[in-house]
T-cell receptor
Framework: AQKITQTQPGMFVQEKEAVTLDCTYD???????LFWYKQPSSGEMIFLIYQGSYDEQNATEGRYSLNFQKARKSANLVISASQLGDSAMYFCAMRERDRRGGATNKLIFGTGTLLAVQP | DAGVIQSPRHEVTEMGQEVTLRCKPISGHDYLFWYRQTMMRGLELLIY????????DSGMPEDRFSAKMPNASFSTLKIQPSEPRDSAVYFC?????????????FGPGTRLLVL
């Protein structure tokens, strides 16, 4: 079964430093997509970054980059130059396959990592 | 462009009452998703629609839950009768079917409390 694992329940980082949030996934598929979402205390889910399994380069979006290591099945999120506003819950997600191997629209989510940025 | 719009943002009701949550997807998006988030179960997909047609409702917990999408710009999730264990944050999300449109964009959520 497909699974997303986020092993860090919580993390601290000093303002202006970089931080890496871990995500490992389990799938037997060759084609899949990985996502990171941010959920601040206000509750909304904000899309940050996407990585397709066939993308040769790591995805980047501003201060966010995805360290994609396919052989290790990891898709860690790197936030550079942390800001106080980065304090939030971060979720890693993967697009799921159905039982017959077809692509689905289901996203399966990890349990999240709570990031606290300290001044 | 406006994002996904959900209403109400907060709902407090008593057990046994009917609850209706509303969603307006991003214009032009072909898929609409309803998710529920709880501390115990995390984020889980309840149902999704493609071009207004329900495709997969295997995540709907029981017959008390129903969802409709009468047109491309509106969907409802109804709980009747509501129970305290339905208390959660309910998210609506949408995405396009266009190439490269992998990403699901979420609405702000509806915080439901059933007393």
């Amino acid at each position: 079964a497909q699974k997303i694992t986020q092993t860090q329940p919580g993390m601290f980082v000093q303002e202006k430093e970089a931080v890496t949030l871990d995500c490992t996934y389990d799938t037997s598929d060759q084609s899949y997509g990985l996502f990171w979402y941010k959920q601040p205390s206000s509750g909304e889910m904000i899309f940050l970054i996407y990585q397709g399994s066939y993308d040769e380069q790591n995805a980047t979006e501003g201060r966010y980059s995805l360290n994609f290591q396919k052989a290790r099945k990891s898709a860690n999120l790197v936030i550079s130059a942390s800001q106080l506003g980065d304090s939030a819950m971060y979720f890693c997600a993967m697009r799921e396959r159905d039982r017959r191997g077809g692509a689905t629209n289901k996203l399966i989510f990890g349990t999240g990592t709570l990031l606290a940025v300290q001044p | 462009d406006a994002g996904v719009i959900q209403s109400p943002r907060h709902e407090v009701t008593e057990m046994g009452q009917e609850v209706t949550l509303r969603c307006k997807p991003i214009s032009g998006h072909d898929y609409l998703f309803w998710y529920r988030q709880t501390m115990m179960r995390g984020l889980e997909l309840l149902i999704y629609f493609n071009n207004n047609v329900p495709i997969d409702d295997s995540g709907m917990p029981e017959d008390r839950f129903s969802a409709k999408m009468p047109n491309a710009s509106f969907s409802t999730l109804k709980i009747q009768p509501s129970e305290p264990r339905d208390s959660a944050v309910y998210f609506c999300a949408s995405r396009t079917d266009s190439p490269g449109g992998e990403t699901q964009y979420f609405g702000p959520g509806t915080r439901l409390l059933v007393l």
